[in-house]
């Protein structure tokens, strides 16, 4: 896992990605028994830990990246049920038999697949339920295969869910989503400037009263791991 893709765009992360609706939230709190304990890995700044924890459920968030670690602290502060560990997908720091549900959003493909599976058998107790989860943009796309590879890879019989997630962004938050994004070119790299300027153009043919609407679709894979 490389641990340092998104260290400098945290803070767009914060402002600029979707969260999740909350009938997802809703479906994915309902998985798990009474009273579980949850272990949400590659938590990054929180957007999905969170809102995870407006349940109350005891959470233990990982985040390997120093900088989106930095957010992380920040969107939990008020959320006493929360503890967050610097660890990976692969080797969270967790103990053993600790967690009933693992979650990963937006993460996923980042994993490595076959260590995250043992580490997952690892911290949790019998049978532990693993949820990923990730926002998927309208049509075709790279970042649509990437995900849909990775959960292929993880999951035998997943049962997957599929949820309404439509955002709306200003010109300034469009530009930022883009720069949360790893692998984008920062305002210091070469291509920043056309980068951006495609960007603009976009803004301008689609957008609607200074708004463009992206119609994300929220899909959510869930299975017990022996």
């Given amino acids: 896992m490389n641990t340092e893709a998104f260290t400098g765009r945290a803070y767009a992360y914060v402002k600029a990605r979707p969260g999740y609706p909350d009938e997802a939230m809703e479906y994915i709190y ?24 407006l349940y109350g459920n005891e959470i233990f968030a ?20 929360t503890k967050i560990f610097d660890g990976t997908a692969e080797a969270t720091k967790l103990p053993d038999n600790s967690v009933d549900v693992i979650t990963c959003a937006q993460a996923l493909n980042k994993f490595d697949l076959d260590m995250f599976r043992m580490e997952c058998q690892r911290i949790g107790k019998s ?15 790279e970042s649509a295969s990437r995900y849909n590879k990775s959960t292929g890879s993880f999951y035998r019989n997943p049962e997957v869910r599929v949820f309404s997630n439509p955002v709306y962004f200003t010109r300034d938050n469009w530009l930022l989503y883009h720069t949360s994004m790893s692998g984008v070119p920062m305002e210091s790299d070469a291509g920043y400037e056309k980068y951006t300027a495609e960007l603009n153009a976009i803004f301008e043919r689609d957008s609607v009263n200074g708004f463009l609407r992206l119609d994300f679709t929220t899909k959510v894979y869930s299975e017990q791991i022996g």
């Fill in 30 to 53: 309902k998985l798990a028994p009474m009273g579980a304990v949850f272990a949400d890995i590659g938590a990054g700044t929180g957007k999905f830990t969170e809102l995870l924890a």
């Fill in 62 to 81: 990982v985040e390997p990246n120093a900088d989106m670690r930095g957010q992380l602290v920040i969107a939990l502060s008020h959320f006493p049920n």
């Fill in 127 to 141: 049978n532990p339920i693993v949820v990923s989860l990730y926002n998927q943009t309208p049509g075709k796309n």
